[in-house]
């Protein structure tokens, strides 16, 4: 776990209250910088209604901290001399690693929101027990955290990513049925292999990618939207008045095992009739390409953009399979985008994943479904819209969590000099 370390921030016999006021005021300086860019001392105190004094105590040490940077002088207009500029730093960042049937995907950024790791591997978790994917996990994250200090960004944390139902408390996957995983410890695994004094996170996929979506994606800023990834599973994460839903205990996004067909195909969930029989990446291909479609046996299972390339290849081509199959895929996509319209109401629902590299194909179909289904006539206000973000939406969400823990208490991170991963090859 990230260092509870708070030299500098008082002494041990410093009231507790004090402590709370000085660490919420940290926050709101961070916070201020974050939203509003550079500003000098000066402006911050005017901007937070906190003393200069204090403004300069809490910005020395947040610069001891190596949380924000002092850049060139900042003219305020008036007369005196310039106070120099306090940004946020490049030297501390984050990484978020999401795991899924075929790929692993990383993004590492900095405390500034600058990308610098984006890369996804193909990965056959189908073919691997818990334990290779867990080792094969922690070397991601090894390589990973050591390539974002060779860059000189110090780590603070990580952000797993997994399509399943999560104890985020715990950092325990309850359930993810497409991986074969049950109550698996994925942080305590990971803390074993990683670094001390880093913190270690675990969520959901798409509760990761809805976070992501709602700070940088297509629909940033829009504080009612649904975000739906499509991959060989399916996975919803909703953010209502501009705030993630978890639920009573955290698994609420579980949208593709809605049941949509009774007595319909077998999941793998154990039940029947799920969406996501309806309209993942498994039965897309094989409606649209039952030449190579998804089976029993050892061979991996193919990079799921490769799988999407021959499909708008097909396409392309005037395939007929191909062209009913994706239409089939778009209805019962806005049929259960009509569930989730119906009981939410979101401004937008935001394609991830697969759905995203064929949305030009996949919603009309979509939305002509949702604008029949839906019960409200506020529903025609509700659109489909296609994600950027492509398939690493949830391992950036991920390394956006760690972000966010550092400007919710800068106190968590350690004073050393020295990156805590200097010892990492």
């Keep these: 776990m990230v260092s509870k370390e708070r030299a500098g921030a008082g002494s041990a016999e410093e009231p507790t209250d004090q402590l709370a006021m000085r660490r919420s005021n940290l ?22 209604g906190l003393h200069k004094a ?32 306090i ?20 993004h590492g950024s900095d405390l500034t929101g600058r990308t610098v790791i984006e890369k996804r591997v193909s990965f056959d978790a189908m073919h691997r027990d818990v334990e290779r994917c867990l080792d ?40 993810a049925p ?45 504080d009612d939207l649904v975000y739906l990834t499509g991959e060989v599973g399916v996975g919803g994460g909703v953010i209502v008045n501009g705030r993630l839903l978890r639920g009573a205990d955290g698994f609420s996004g579980e949208v593709g095992h809605l049941p949509v067909e009774p007595g319909g195909a077998p999941c793998g969930c154990g039940r029947v009739g799920c969406w996501e029989t309806k309209v993942g990446l498994a039965e897309l291909v094989r ?49 259960g985008g009509a569930i989730l319209v119906n009981l939410f109401n979101p401004r937008v629902i935001v394609l991830g994943g697969y759905f995203a590299e064929l949305a030009d194909h996949l919603i009309p179909a979509a939305q002509a479904n949702l604008a029949r289904l839906a019960v409200a006539s506020t529903a025609a206000r509700c659109h489909f819209v296609a994600s950027h973000l492509g398939f690493t939406a949830a391992a950036r969400g991920g ?3 760690v972000v966010e823990r550092m400007i919710e208490d800068p106190t968590a991170v350690s004073l050393a000099a020295q990156p805590p991963l200097a010892s990492v090859h």
């Design 178 to 222: 497409n991986l074969g995983w049950r109550d698996v410890p994925v942080a305590t695994r990971l803390a074993h292999g990683l670094a001390p004094g880093l913190w270690i996170g675990v969520d959901n996929d798409a509760n990761l990618a809805a976070l992501a979506e709602y700070t940088w994606g297509v629909a940033a800023g829009t």
């Design 136 to 175: 094969d996990l922690t070397e991601a994250a090894r390589r990973s955290l050591a390539e974002l200090v060779r860059r000189g960004v110090t780590p603070v944390g990580l952000t797993v990513a997994v399509p399943g139902l999560v104890d985020v408390s715990r950092g325990v996957v309850v359930l």
């Design 27 to 48: 926050t709101r300086t961070l916070r201020h910088i974050r939203i509003n860019g550079p500003r000098s001392r000066a402006a911050i105190a005017a901007a937070t």
């Design 87 to 106: 940004a946020l730093s490049p030297d501390v960042g984050a990484i978020g690693i999401e795991i899924n049937v075929d790929y692993l995907a990383v």
């Design 399 to 401: 390394a956006g969590v």
């Design 287 to 335: 409606r649209a390409t039952p030449d190579a479609a998804y089976g029993p046996g050892d061979a991996p299972i193919p990079d799921p953009q490769e799988r999407i390339a021959e499909v708008a290849r097909r396409l392309s081509a005037g395939d007929r399979a191909a062209t009913e199959a994706v239409a089939e895929v778009g209805r019962w996509l806005g049929h």
């Design 54 to 85: 204090t403004v300069s105590s809490l910005v020395d040490e947040l610069l001891t901290r190596r949380l924000v940077r002092e850049i060139g002088a900042e003219h305020s207009g008036g007369a005196g001399r310039p106070g120099r500029g």
